[in-house]
């Protein structure tokens, strides 16, 4: 058997331990220099069994961020934003008074400007780990305003600038917000024209409605065993965190997008070295990560250093991930999310473990 065909082996056997492990559909594909590996495993729909394949489309959450990021620093190249201007300078009425001006566009960026995460005040019942309120908001549209509310009136984290940051959908709404704001177009549309468009992402963008266009996977929230068996949230109204996690894109596409952006087809290499200055910034889950403006970057010792985004909606969990070079890339799909129990936290859980060995096989192993 051939180098190649053993690496191949060994991602699918890699793929089919995320599915064994207790994962419905998992969907990946892997890229080494010039070679390119697609794999899926496992179903895309609980009770028709139908399988999960690669090429399926996918809401891939907190990735939308990098897109986003990249559409602020396009404005900025074009002199029409300051990275480092008081966002009270161009939304006063969101912002108000002394936070308004000691919040900086760099801070919505990274995650350091000490406003609240929403989330907890738009699904209330989240606060109690149930999952009424997920039900309750299924077709409800939310206004961005509505919502950056919230997280401006909620309880500040921490002081603007301060670190470690706390993660917060609530800056990237204000950015969508900023982004129209500059360009009198709706921001998806903006995000669409200048970032997504040109760069060829021809299966990626922001849903017109609930339902995902295109084939996709059933997506199953488990919202930490609270939700048992878990539910179906694959149509749902995502006004509640558009331009913080609202994309749908494909495994394909996020490769191409991270290629081109590390390659500096995306932003200039300035705007990207500005991407990837890095602060400490405590996660949603907990960890402290080291974030830039809309991307984070990782370490597997022995292998070097990997940028990327990962994110998760109701029911979907997405990762992409390319090395410093730009030589190695994987990106991943998978139709269940938070399926570990609180009573379990410190224990090792089988799909962690089986998402770790295709993470590592995908990044590291042969080529």
Same mark, same amino acid.
Request: proline residues 8%; negative net charge.
């Given at each position: 058997m051939t180098e190649e065909n053993t690496a191949a082996k060994n991602l699918k056997s890699a793929l089919d331990g995320v599915h064994l492990a207790g994962v419905p559909g998992v969907f990946a594909e892997i890229r080494a220099g010039e070679r390119i590996w697609r794999g899926a495993a496992g179903v895309a729909d609980l009770e028709t069994g139908r399988p999960v394949e690669a090429g399926m489309r996918q809401r891939v959450g907190s990735i939308t961020k990098t897109s986003v990021s990249a559409a &602020?620093?396009?404005? &900025? /190249? /074009? @002199? %029409?934003? @300051?990275?480092? =201007?008081?966002?009270g300078d161009y939304l006063p009425q969101l912002v108000p008074g002394e936070r308004g001006r000691t919040i900086t566009v760099r801070m919505l960026l990274n995650h350091t400007s000490g406003l609240a995460e929403y989330l907890p005040y738009a699904f209330p019942s989240l606060k109690e780990l149930a999952p009424g309120s997920l039900d309750d908001n299924r077709f409800r549209r939310f206004r961005p305003v509505e919502l950056i509310a919230m997280g401006v009136g909620a309880p500040a984290t921490g002081e603007p600038g301060s670190t470690p940051g706390i993660y917060s959908n609530t800056n990237y709404l204000l950015l969508g917000e900023l982004l129209e704001h500059l360009t009198g177009t709706p921001a998806e549309e903006h995000i669409? %024209? =200048? &970032?997504?468009?040109? +760069?060829?992402? +021809?299966?990626? @963008?922001?849903? =017109?409605?609930?339902?995902?266009? @295109?084939?996709?996977?059933?997506?199953? /929230? +488990?919202?930490?065993? =609270?939700?048992?068996?878990?539910?179906?949230y694959s149509v749902y109204n995502m006004s509640w965190v558009m331009t913080g996690a609202g994309l749908i894109s494909t495994v394909a596409d996020l490769n191409r997008f991270y290629r081109k952006l590390l390659d500096g087809e995306i932003v200039k290499p300035s705007s990207l070295a500005e991407m990837q200055r890095l602060v400490p910034v405590i996660a949603q889950d907990g960890r402290t990560i080291d974030y830039g403006l809309g991307l984070y970057k990782t370490e597997i010792p022995g292998h070097g250093t990997f940028w990327g985004h990962d994110g998760t909606v109701w029911g979907a969990l997405t990762m992409s991930w390319i090395s410093a070079d730009g030589g190695r890339q994987f990106s991943a799909a998978m139709n269940l999310v938070r399926w570990r129990k609180p009573d379990a936290e410190g224990a090792p859980h089988p799909i962690d473990d089986a998402l770790a060995t295709l993470k590592h096989q995908a990044l590291c192993g042969p080529a």
């Amino acid at each position: 058997m051939t180098e190649e065909n053993t690496a191949a082996k060994n991602l699918k056997s890699a793929l089919d331990g995320v599915h064994l492990a207790g994962v419905p559909g998992v969907f990946a594909e892997i890229r080494a220099g010039e070679r390119i590996w697609r794999g899926a495993a496992g179903v895309a729909d609980l009770e028709t069994g139908r399988p999960v394949e690669a090429g399926m489309r996918q809401r891939v959450g907190s990735i939308t961020k990098t897109s986003v990021s990249a559409a &602020v620093l396009r404005q &900025v /190249e /074009e @002199g %029409r934003l @300051g990275l480092d =201007a008081p966002i009270g300078d161009y939304l006063p009425q969101l912002v108000p008074g002394e936070r308004g001006r000691t919040i900086t566009v760099r801070m919505l960026l990274n995650h350091t400007s000490g406003l609240a995460e929403y989330l907890p005040y738009a699904f209330p019942s989240l606060k109690e780990l149930a999952p009424g309120s997920l039900d309750d908001n299924r077709f409800r549209r939310f206004r961005p305003v509505e919502l950056i509310a919230m997280g401006v009136g909620a309880p500040a984290t921490g002081e603007p600038g301060s670190t470690p940051g706390i993660y917060s959908n609530t800056n990237y709404l204000l950015l969508g917000e900023l982004l129209e704001h500059l360009t009198g177009t709706p921001a998806e549309e903006h995000i669409s %024209r =200048a &970032v997504i468009d040109p +760069a060829g992402l +021809a299966s990626t @963008g922001f849903p =017109a409605g609930p339902p995902i266009v @295109g084939p996709h996977p059933r997506m199953y /929230e +488990a919202l930490f065993g =609270a939700i048992d068996p878990p539910r179906d949230y694959s149509v749902y109204n995502m006004s509640w965190v558009m331009t913080g996690a609202g994309l749908i894109s494909t495994v394909a596409d996020l490769n191409r997008f991270y290629r081109k952006l590390l390659d500096g087809e995306i932003v200039k290499p300035s705007s990207l070295a500005e991407m990837q200055r890095l602060v400490p910034v405590i996660a949603q889950d907990g960890r402290t990560i080291d974030y830039g403006l809309g991307l984070y970057k990782t370490e597997i010792p022995g292998h070097g250093t990997f940028w990327g985004h990962d994110g998760t909606v109701w029911g979907a969990l997405t990762m992409s991930w390319i090395s410093a070079d730009g030589g190695r890339q994987f990106s991943a799909a998978m139709n269940l999310v938070r399926w570990r129990k609180p009573d379990a936290e410190g224990a090792p859980h089988p799909i962690d473990d089986a998402l770790a060995t295709l993470k590592h096989q995908a990044l590291c192993g042969p080529a």
